[in-house]
């Protein structure tokens, strides 16, 4: 069959349901409509800065409605003063430079908008417009006509921007700028010359070096004083202690000299040793700021439902203003915001979003319906039992392990070995200083200086930051994004892995659907296609999908049983699709999902849905399963154990039919066994399971759209290399240990020369830099070489 590409979005669409327009193929109307608009807007430019790079516009119907209501529009400004609102949107299709273009051209498409600024790392534009010339639905909905659909939920409502930091910035930009012109003033003391200006002015530049250090032993290195104290009143001995010791001395030391003309002291080195380690910090200080780690259930829920008044208006108000009694309207697609009954006849709730439950479930009039659910067919009418705070969703929400997740104690190598470093370095430094007093006061406090500077644990405090912070840019790179660098060690010590079904391990795409029974001739399957086609059931969508191009016909009568199938009469034929018992004649598989078809009473066959598994996954679980246990736990049945137990490794716990709080309640029995668990899921029924885990990894078919909290979120794309992500870690962590090693090696032989006397000071201070370049360099290239090991 010959197929064209989309101009606008560069999807594939066959050649005979194409729509030409101004010469070009477009694949539905959404987007013919869009190239209309940036054309007589003089925008066409929008499409040479990249091939067809443009989004299909969806129906939104109803669903910014809520922006009408200028409370909650006043919750969402970033500014608003006069007749100046400024506001930032979150979109998730901003991917290229003809997206930033177009959409810091609004003011061409809108009138009332004056500015349009995209922050394309974090996929947001800021806009800013008059609302008494254009309000802020008319921007929306003219963002969602031309396919940058704005992603707006309860999250904002609540005004919960990050705060984020920038101290360590500024340190880092203080400490470069005294360590570089430090560097630069002792530079001519090295190579001690006779030269006029530098024996004139030697104290003067010695005093200006001086001064030029104060910031960054005052202001710079202030964390490591502050961490140091924290954890000697703590009873504690952490690697800062030593380091803020070291720092201390080389100051006092190097003022002394300078005070007494002994010698221009060891700024130069003082100040390095700063820079770097800042450096180091930052380093490891990996963030994606277009991901979010830490969302819960509000950052999926609309920020307003419709309520239904007594007079039968409708009325957008704030979700958290409902209260029990009220009745709601319920959109197709619609979340449920709060628990309630349901009013209307019937309908389909699709409680995957919080259980994992792949099938929809009907509900009846007088039923219970549970905040969460997504509702799928006609709009709906249902009475709230109770507010948002106490919904079943909401105190599932409120399971302690939520509180805890970021209070875990995670012992770092560099805390462990620090424990034994720090006490025996001060021991040898005093014991050495008191052994050297009874034999040379002056050479006592050199041998106390010396041993403090070259053993000056910095060496051992960069390996672990430079490593992982590396490791984490390797990992970003492969799609694998880690929310901080203390996720990978915890990888490195997991012994088993626990993975959810629906959606992990497999797609979220129903792509394997077959017939079984006597195979529809064209004619048939035009009849069968074009009565599926008036029906929303997500089964419906598919096999209307999977059907080959038909021509459409009208449907003289059309009806559809909620939870039962759908019926229809194309030129006199009556045609049925649906359950066994509402086609008659077809006989139901309790493991099996299916579509039963009859025309005239004459049963066909049924369509039949299976799962698609991910590709590779036989080979991954039989490569994870040499060295961890696993398990698969699900919210469905078990209708596909005996598949499941052909494909995965012999021993491998399959758990069906668990609820989120059973997931939970699973892995926590496990950790009570002693076991090391990483959980794999991708929705908010395994956002316990994920946070209880000691590393909880969310799959998302896209990163920048969906992810519940979580300690890092894996591409689908890349599923199949999570063995080899898990070995990687192992391997930084033996890269970790290797440069503890050669740090320690380094400490023992500086340190034999340093308690003998036969180390100066000045000599110690420029070891130890040189010291720290090398493990530096070291944790590097074998980082990169293991990233490169198959």
């Known amino acids: 069959m010959d197929t064209h590409t ?44 990249e091939a067809a790079p443009g989004a299909t ?4 119907g109803g669903k910014f409605n809520f922006l009408d209501n200028e409370d909650i529009v006043g919750k969402l400004l970033d500014f608003k003063e006069g007749g100046t609102h400024i506001i930032s949107l979150y979109i998730p299709h901003i991917h290229c430079s003809s997206c930033i273009w177009i959409l810091e051209n609004l003011n061409r498409l809108c009138k009332g908008v004056s500015s349009s600024q995209v922050n394309f790392h974090e996929k947001k534009v800021r806009i800013m417009f008059d609302p008494d010339e254009v309000p ?17 939920s309860l999250d904002n409502y609540e005004d919960r ?40 002015y030697r104290g003067f530049f010695r005093w200006l070096v001086f001064a030029l250090s104060l910031p960054s032993f005052l202001y710079s290195a202030s964390g490591y004083y502050v961490s140091a104290f924290k954890s000697m009143r703590a009873g504690l001995l952490n690697i800062d202690i030593p380091i803020a010791l070291g720092i201390v001395v080389m100051f006092v030391r190097s003022t002394v000299d300078i005070i007494f003309g002994f010698g221009q002291g060891f700024f130069d ?137 970021d209070a875990k104690d995670h012992k770092t190598l560099t805390d462990t070995i620090s424990r034994y470093f720090t006490p025996v370095l001060l021991l040898i430094a005093i014991a050495s200083f008191l052994v050297w007093t009874f034999i040379d006061t002056k050479t006592a406090f050199d041998v106390f200086t010396a041993v403090l500077i070259v053993a000056c644990p910095c060496a051992l405090a960069l390996s672990a930051p430079f490593t992982l912070g590396n490791v984490l840019r390797i990992m970003g790179r492969r799609k694998l994004y880690l929310k901080n660098a203390t996720v990978i060690e915890q990888m490195a010590k997991i012994d088993m892995l626990v993975f959810d079904k629906t959606g992990t391990i497999t797609t979220n795409r129903r792509s394997g659907i077959t017939f079984e029974g006597t195979p529809p001739d064209d004619k048939q399957l035009m009849y069968i296609k074009n009565i599926l ?55 139901d598989s309790p493991l099996q999902t299916c579509v039963h078809i009859s025309i005239n009473r004459n049963y066909l066959g049924r369509y039949v849905f299976e799962n698609q598994y991910r590709e590779g996954l036989s080979e991954l679980f039989k490569d994870l ?86 300690d890092g979120i894996l591409d ?42 036969q180390l100066m000071p000045l000599t110690a201070a420029i070891i130890m830099p040189l010291s720290t370049i090398t493990i530096i360099s070291f944790v590097t290239l074998m980082s990169n070489y293991f990233a490169s090991r198959k």
Not at 626 to 655: F, H, I, K
């Open 57 to 60: 516009p969806q129906d939104i």
């Open 136 to 152: 802020l639905k008319q921007i929306v909905l003219l963002l969602c006509s031309i396919g940058y659909e704005p992603y707006i």
């Open 269 to 405: 080195s003082l100040t390095g040793l700063v820079f770097f380690m800042l450096l180091g910090k930052l380093f490891q200080q990996k963030t994606y700021d277009f991901l979010s780690f830490e969302r819960d259930f509000k950052s999926y829920f609309p920020i307003a439902v419709t309520k239904v008044l007594k007079d039968r208006r409708e009325l957008s108000v704030p979700v958290y203003d409902v209260q029990a009694g009220d009745r709601l309207l319920i959109r197709n697609k619609e979340l449920i915001p709060v628990d309630g009954i349901l009013i209307s006849d019937s309908t389909l709730i699709d409680y995957s979003f919080v259980t994992g439950e792949a099938e929809p479930i009907c509900k009846r009039s007088g039923e219970k319906i549970y905040a969460g659910g997504r509702q799928e067919g006609q709009p709906i009418e249902m009475e709230a039992l109770a507010s948002v705070s106490q919904s079943y969703l909401t105190q599932l929400w409120s399971n302690e392990v939520f509180d805890k997740k």
């Open 716 to 757: 689908a794309s890349q599923f199949r290399e999570m063995a080899r992500y898990l070995r990687f870690c192992k391997n930084t962590v033996k890269t970790i240990k290797m440069s503890f090693l050669l740090s320690l090696l380094y400490n023992v032989v500086g340190l034999s020369f340093a308690v003998t006397g």
């Open 625 to 710: 399963g040499r060295d961890y246990r696993l398990a698969v736990l699900s919210g469905d049945n078990d209708g596909e154990m005996q598949m499941l137990e052909t494909m995965l490794p012999a021993g491998t716990q399959l758990v069906f039919n668990q609820k989120p709080e059973q997931k939970l309640d699973y892995i926590k029995h496990l950790q009570e066994q002693g076991h090391r668990v990483m959980m794999v899921g991708d929705g908010l029924n395994d956002a316990g399971a994920l946070a209880q885990s000691d590393v909880g990894i969310s799959v998302s078919e896209n990163v920048n759209v969906f992810s519940p909290a979580c």
């Open 6 to 49: 989309c101009y606008h979005c560069g999807l594939d669409v066959a050649q005979k349901d194409e729509i030409l327009f101004d010469d070009r193929a477009f694949c539905c109307n959404g987007c013919k409509t869009v190239y209309e608009i940036f054309t007589l807007s003089g925008l066409s430019d929008y499409y040479s800065f």
């Open 533 to 587: 086609r008036g029906s929303n059931h997500p089964l419906s969508r598919m096999i209307y999908d999977h059907l080959p191009v038909m021509p459409v016909v009208p449907t003289d009568e059309f009806w559809e049983v909620t939870g039962k199938g759908v019926q229809g009469v194309i030129d006199g034929f009556c045609i049925k699709a649906g359950s066994a018992s509402f086609v008659e004649n077809g006989q």
């Open 161 to 200: 921007r990050k705060k984020v930091s920038r101290d360590l910035i500024y340190k880092l930009g203080v400490a470069f700028f005294c360590f570089g012109n430090v560097m630069l003033l002792s530079f001519p003391e090295y190579f001690e010359v006779e030269e006029y200006w530098l024996d004139n």
